[in-house]
């Protein structure tokens, strides 16, 4: 009689296939266009957006809302911030490719897609990322440019 320990590389084997085949399928399937209309509405002004996927119930995605707070303190004039949780819209999983929470996604003004953070990040880093992008959120900076 074999024990779990015996068993347990298989079952990992099984695990992994089935994860693999799963997110194969996810992502060659045909992306929706709600994502790029739903950006193309956000950034009508022209300003960069960071669109943060989340729920209530993350200890990670709370954080992220105080991080937000901030970002619409001292950037909200510079900066288009949009939260959606996916617990309240769950379509919004699939069609913006999120494969764990929070996730953030910067768009230039144009509402193309700049890159992706998976996880807290801090507000400082949110402004390098998208002073790397060269749209720096600080008027100095932008001023400078």
Known sequence: METLSDLLPALAVLVLVLAGAGLYRWLSSPASALP?????????????????????????????QRVFAELEASHGERLQLV??????????????KVM???????????GRELGRHIGFISA??????????????????????
Request: glycine share 4%; with cysteine.
């Open 100 to 110: 764990a929470i929070p996730t953030q996604v910067f768009l230039d003004g144009d």
């Open 83 to 96: 939260s959606i949780n996916i617990l309240e819209q769950p379509e919004l999983v699939r069609q913006w």
């Open 36 to 64: 790029m209309q739903r950006a193309t509405e956000i950034t009508a002004d022209g300003r960069p957006v960071l669109v943060e996927l989340g729920s209530t119930s993350c200890a990670s995605c709370v954080a992220m």
């Open 124 to 145: 400082d880093a949110i402004r390098e990322r998208f002073a790397s992008a060269e749209l720096p959120l600080d008027v100095a900076a932008a001023d400078d440019s």
